[in-house]
């Protein structure tokens, strides 16, 4: 059984930092492409940032390159998600998300990943 627990959100004044972490259990998060996503109400999902399984490639959303980080430790099974700089539009609801079998052009569609966490809420006040 897969589980994917996010941690780390909360209310931040614009211009603030957060690290939120995603712990997965059940699998072994280095064999998998990890991506967060965030959501706003009656807003599709959409993408935020994607550590590829393969040779550990990096992707990032245009309205956070430069200022979000996605990383992975391989012995705490974790993934992180680095936010510098916060906005008031980056707040939404922060998901991980994980695929085994993603291919490189897939990874910004929420629809390909199989594995999700429950969600943590991000504010950013102005």
């Known amino acids: 059984q897969v589980q994917l627990v996010e941690s780390g959100g909360g209310l931040v004044q614009a211009g603030g930092s957060l690290r939120l972490s995603c712990a997965a259990s059940g699998r072994t998060l280095r064999d998998y492409t990890v991506a967060w996503f965030r959501q706003t109400p009656g807003k599709e999902r959409e993408f935020v940032a994607a550590?590829?399984?393969?040779?550990?490639?990096?992707y990032y959303a245009d309205s956070v390159k430069a200022r979000f980080t996605i990383s992975r430790d391989n012995a705490k099974n974790t993934a992180y998600l680095q936010m510098n700089n916060l906005k008031p539009e980056d707040t939404a609801v922060y998901y991980c998300?994980?695929?085994?079998?993603?291919?490189?052009?897939?990874?910004?569609?929420?629809?390909?990943?199989?594995?999700w966490g429950q969600g943590t809420q991000v504010t950013v006040s102005s």
């Open positions: 998300a994980i695929d085994r079998h993603l291919i490189l052009s897939s990874v910004r569609r929420f629809v390909e990943y199989d594995f």
């Open positions: 550590l590829f399984r393969s040779g550990g490639n990096t």
